[in-house]
């Protein structure tokens, strides 16, 4: 059975830092363009970061650029996404998914696999 799951998440305080972890099992992340998306109360889930399946590129939300990175490691099946400079806005339940070669996309599920999400909370 394909699963994702999320862990990391937490209460920091403005300016803080985390890193989020996704571990696969039941399959290989090799091959599989990792997402990180959010989704804060009463708003939409949007995305905030992607790498490749090689790891040789991302991308990320322009709220994020230069505060979070993404990363991978094949052999531990894993991902992560590093989180500094924490703002309250970034306030919200993250997500990773794993697609198959290409960015996973909010507008259709088609070949993702999703994880149960981890909150994370900036406040003072």
């Known amino acids: 059975q394909k699963q994702l799951v999320e862990s990391g998440g937490g209460l920091v305080q403005p300016g803080g830092s985390l890193r989020l972890s996704c571990v696969a099992s039941?399959?290989?992340?090799?091959?599989?363009?990792i997402g990180w998306f959010r989704q804060a109360p009463g708003k939409e889930r949007e995305g905030v970061a992607c790498?490749?399946?090689?790891?040789?590129?991302?991308n990320y939300e322009d709220s994020v650029k230069g505060r979070f990175t993404i990363s991978r490691d094949n052999a531990k099946n894993t991902a992560y996404l590093q989180m500094d400079s924490l703002k309250p806005e970034d306030t919200a339940v993250y997500y990773c998914?794993?697609?198959?070669?290409?960015?996973?996309?909010?507008?259709?599920?088609?070949?993702?696999?999703w994880g149960q999400g981890t909150q994370v909370t900036v406040s003072s």
């Open positions: 998914a794993a697609k198959y070669l290409s960015c996973p996309r909010l507008n259709t599920n088609v070949g993702t696999s």
């Open positions: 039941g399959f290989t992340l090799d091959y599989q363009a």
């Open positions: 790498i490749s399946y090689s790891g040789n590129s991302a």
